[in-house]
């Protein structure tokens, strides 16, 4: 079985990450490649447009976008994704009793390292199903998308760590045994003077938790090494704070698996405005025209000089993404936005190569 190409978008929250994700995957479906578009919290219209339903249930199960070739889409739910992860890893009454315990949902819906993980969890079973040759991965935005490349190692760490080695003893026999006979009654009398539940169910979640390590250590070191060969594009918008936050996910490139094999600038300025000159007329509103293009233009001509600072100090391909009056709302709009690009096709030429 061949294993797909893994094609991963990246960035600060609200820079196109979505939109990028579901062109590209058009585009590269548009070559006849199998390919899944895997979403995370998609706006309601491109949801639309990926003919994913929103609805409890249908979450983690690829479906055809109607009209788009050989292209599938899925949205990730994080929290049915850790059901189907501790299922996966520990005995079925251990699955159950964590699918009950208050804290283990607090962890798998609100944590984000165990967001990221368990996106990473979802496309190494979608890479290994072999139905597709491509993945495009949209990722969530904690972090600038450093989160999702650091998740499988902190998961490693947070199940199989010190402290949690300590409050559970999984390496003491006799450790268990003394948290039933001795440890769990003297919760309980906490508990009842307490008036809830609350120590008694952290500990059961504890040692719960524990007996997750042995699968998810495995899992999560093969997770890494698709991360490793996946390609990744880092995704900004010309504004200081998302260029910020992409230059941060390279400088933190020595700790994460990932190395960007292109930055995208989405919703740039077209380069034709820094020459864009007003009206000539000497009426007020032909000056007032006059003084606006003035300023596009400088702006215009301010971004694209950061781009192309930004990207030869990071010494890495680049593309530009034009900012649209209207944004995509359907499969061919997404799929024309890609087209319209600058730099963007050859980029994924060599994806898919
Ligand atoms: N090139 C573009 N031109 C115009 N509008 C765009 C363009 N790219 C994205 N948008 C719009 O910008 C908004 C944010 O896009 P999107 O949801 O894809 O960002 P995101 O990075 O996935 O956000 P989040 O971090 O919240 O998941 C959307 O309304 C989208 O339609
Ligand atoms: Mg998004």
Redesign the pocket.
Known sequence: MNRPAILIVT????????????GIAAVIARRAARTLVI?????R??ADALGIAMLDGTTNRPTPVPGAGPLDAVMLDVTASWEAITRRHAKPEVADRLADNPYFRAVADRFPAAQAYAAGEQVAEFAQSGNWDVLVV?T??AEGGIDFFMAPRRMRDLVGGRLLRWLTGARLPGRRIFYRTAARPMLRLADTLLGSALLEEIADFLLDLRALYDGLAARAAAIDRLLVQAKVLV?TTDSPGAMREASRFFSSLPEINASPDALIF???LPDTWITARGPKGAGVEDAALRENMERWSLEARRNRDARLEMAARLAVPMAT?????????DIAGLAD?IDRAAGLTAILETVTA
């Open positions: 960035g600060a929250g609200g820079v196109g990450k979505t939109t990028l994700s579901a979403t995370v919290d998609p706006a219209r491109l949209d969530p935005p995704a989405n919703r740039s993404v034009p900012w649209l009056r209207h944004p995509p709302i936005l």
